[in-house]
């Protein structure tokens, strides 16, 4: 029998590819193992740094005794959390951060266990603190990298993805382990031989992809029902629609297009952060902010603010506030005319204020009063061309970036898509990162956001 096999890379004969995918399981197993590992190694070896670069004159050997109490905890939640499941190996950020969020609540749940149980002043708190902090930082980097090289590392890639294409149906087949092409695995053959040969021809794999005509879809859904793997089924016409998931209602099967406002829980604590940021920050930069607009006043003639109409949540609009670094009389309220490199426009203070992003800085009374947030898609000026279209004649999504706040900073800025949009992709550039965000939040994520904006506060593209 001919199952049809064939690598994408290089053609193989059948019997090495089946070798492959049932050593599969075995191979994440061992993926996994390594990882728990190097997660336990992580948080040990952090707490004995911070032995030593803190040591109480009675610790003893408290290092160890504190991340022998955080280890079980942490691989019990990190279990839970799925920090070692099959999404991670595809996705490495995702599994830093699940490890992180793991990390975060079982140090949490340690010192407030020794808290009830009165045995908290045993424990050296400056040594748990930097020992938390030294273990979040290097466990990051350890799950990021492991992740990323796992494939190279074992020769092969743990997560076998399998593609069917039935008939001539084409589809890009990078990504995918195996290609199966057999003409005697018939959907529409419904005896147990034929589910026999497509449950052999799968085995080891973890995820299956079907390209097929659409008289067979209800077929191959019949087929892989009971397959007792996660099986998909493309489906061209839904690109357009760019569904999130598929949802139910009145009993009948819906395609959810848009997750509406974050849940009161997740708007509560975006909101905190927000209000928690922008109040200390505007506190502490005070004096700072002083002198930026002494020096407004001085360099030239206007007032220290520029404000602008912008298109916020909802896509209400409202006026958003910027240090203001072109003269007067030739400041464009509309945004039609983007800044240029070498703009006669900006003034002398303006240049500088522009190059480091300290022109942003007055957006902080936006989002205190509530019309922006710290992390979002960046707001657009109601005029914002890029060759010579509006931004929404270039891409039809551009309306779903403002399903939130808009940012202070977001996931475009910290890739680097910023400054002029000479050419439509540096639009879609934005967009496509803006709409990625929106899709897939987290606090975690805005956090990272505002952490990797630090190092983009100086950029080519700001002026």
Same mark, same amino acid.
């Given at each position: 029998?001919?199952?049809?096999?064939?690598?994408?890379?290089?053609?193989?004969?059948?019997?090495?590819?089946?070798?492959?995918?049932?050593?599969?399981?075995?191979?994440?197993?061992?993926?996994? &193992?390594?990882?728990?590992?190097?997660?336990?190694?992580?948080?040990?070896?952090?707490?004995?740094?911070?032995?030593?670069?803190?040591?109480?004159?009675?610790?003893?050997?408290?290092?160890?005794?504190?991340?022998? %109490?955080?280890?079980?905890?942490?691989?019990?939640?990190?279990?839970?959390?799925?920090?070692?499941?099959?999404?991670?190996?595809?996705?490495?950020?995702?599994?830093?951060?699940?490890?992180?969020?793991?990390?975060?609540?079982?140090?949490?749940?340690?010192?407030?266990?020794?808290?009830?149980?009165?045995?908290?002043?045993?424990?050296?708190?400056?040594?748990?603190?930097?020992?938390?902090?030294?273990?979040?930082?290097?466990?990051?980097?350890?799950?990021?990298?492991?992740?990323?090289?796992?494939?190279?590392?074992?020769?092969?890639?743990?997560?076998?993805?399998?593609?069917?294409?039935?008939?001539?149906? &084409?589809?890009?087949?990078?990504?995918?382990?195996?290609?199966?092409?057999?003409?005697?695995?018939?959907?529409?053959?419904?005896?147990?031989?034929?589910?026999?040969?497509? %449950?052999?021809?799968?085995?080891?794999?973890?995820?299956?992809?079907?390209?097929?005509?659409?008289?067979?879809?209800?077929?191959?859904?019949?087929?892989?029902?009971? %397959?007792?793997?996660?099986?998909?089924?493309?489906?061209?016409?839904?690109?357009?629609?760019?569904?999130? *998931?598929?949802?139910?209602?009145?009993?009948?099967?819906?395609?959810?297009?848009?997750?509406?406002?974050?849940?009161?829980?997740?708007?509560?604590?975006?909101?905190?952060?927000?209000?928690?940021?922008?109040?200390?920050?505007?506190?502490?930069?005070?004096?700072?902010?002083?002198?930026?607009?002494?020096?407004?006043?001085?360099?030239?003639?206007?007032?220290?603010?520029?404000?602008?109409?912008?298109?916020?949540?909802?896509?209400?609009?409202?006026?958003?506030?910027?240090?203001?670094?072109?003269?007067?009389?030739?400041?464009?309220?509309?945004?039609?005319? *983007? &800044?240029?490199?070498?703009?006669?426009?900006?003034?002398?203070?303006?240049?500088?204020?522009?190059?480091? *992003?300290?022109?942003?800085?007055?957006?902080?009374?936006?989002?205190?009063?509530?019309?922006?947030?710290?992390?979002?898609?960046?707001?657009?000026?109601?005029?914002?061309?890029?060759?010579?279209?509006?931004?929404?004649?270039?891409?039809?999504?551009?309306?779903?970036?403002?399903?939130?706040?808009?940012?202070?900073?977001?996931?475009?800025?910290?890739?680097?898509?910023?400054?002029? &949009?000479?050419?439509?992709?540096?639009?879609?550039?934005?967009?496509?990162?803006?709409?990625?965000?929106?899709?897939?939040?987290?606090?975690?994520?805005?956090?990272?956001?505002?952490?990797?904006?630090?190092?983009?506060?100086?950029?080519?593209?700001?002026?």
């Amino acid at each position: 029998m001919n199952l049809g096999y064939g690598s994408l890379k290089a053609a193989a004969p059948a019997k090495v590819q089946n070798a492959q995918r049932l050593n599969g399981s075995s191979l994440r197993i061992r993926v996994f &193992t390594l990882l728990a590992l190097l997660d336990s190694l992580c948080i040990v070896a952090s707490y004995f740094a911070a032995s030593l670069i803190y040591k109480p004159a009675s610790s003893g050997n408290q290092w160890l005794a504190i991340s022998l %109490a955080i280890l079980p905890v942490f691989l019990v939640i990190a279990i839970n959390c799925k920090a070692y499941s099959a999404e991670v190996l595809r996705r490495p950020t995702k599994g830093a951060l699940r490890g992180l969020q793991a990390l975060t609540v079982a140090a949490g749940a340690v010192i407030m266990a020794a808290f009830f149980l009165k045995s908290s002043e045993m424990i050296s708190r400056l040594t748990y603190c930097i020992g938390f902090m030294i273990s979040f930082a290097v466990m990051a980097l350890v799950r990021d990298i492991f992740l990323r090289k796992a494939a190279r590392l074992f020769g092969n890639d743990p997560f076998a993805v399998a593609l069917i294409c039935d008939g001539d149906q &084409t589809i890009p087949q990078d990504g995918f382990s195996l290609v199966l092409a057999d003409p005697d695995i018939d959907p529409d053959n419904h005896c147990p031989m034929m589910f026999d040969r497509l %449950a052999h021809a799968l085995k080891g794999v973890d995820r299956v992809v079907v390209s097929c005509k659409p008289e067979r879809r209800l077929s191959w859904v019949t087929a892989l029902k009971g %397959a007792n793997i996660h099986s998909e089924i493309v489906i061209p016409e839904l690109q357009l629609l760019a569904p999130l *998931s598929v949802g139910h209602w009145n009993g009948r099967t819906t395609l959810v297009i848009a997750q509406g406002p974050l849940s009161m829980f997740d708007r509560l604590l975006k909101r905190t952060l927000d209000l928690a940021a922008s109040s200390m920050a505007l506190v502490l930069m005070a004096p700072f902010l002083l002198i930026v607009a002494i020096a407004i006043k001085l360099d030239s003639p206007g007032p220290v603010f520029f404000v602008q109409t912008r298109i916020g949540r909802g896509n209400r609009m409202f006026q958003m506030l910027k240090f203001r670094s072109m003269r007067v009389n030739k400041t464009g309220q509309d945004g039609t005319t *983007s &800044t240029a490199r070498d703009d006669d426009r900006i003034t002398r203070v303006g240049r500088i204020i522009r190059s480091t *992003s300290i022109d942003e800085l007055p957006q902080l009374i936006n989002v205190l009063i509530g019309d922006m947030s710290i992390v979002g898609p960046r707001p657009h000026a109601i005029g914002s061309r890029a060759q010579n279209k509006l931004f929404w004649e270039i891409d039809e999504r551009y309306w779903h970036r403002h399903a939130t706040k808009p940012g202070l900073t977001g996931l475009a800025q910290v890739r680097g898509f910023r400054g002029a &949009t000479d050419h439509e992709s540096d639009l879609t550039n934005r967009l496509q990162a803006d709409l990625e965000y929106l899709n897939h939040w987290s606090i975690w994520k805005d956090f990272q956001i505002i952490i990797m904006t630090f190092k983009v506060l100086v950029h080519k593209n700001a002026y």
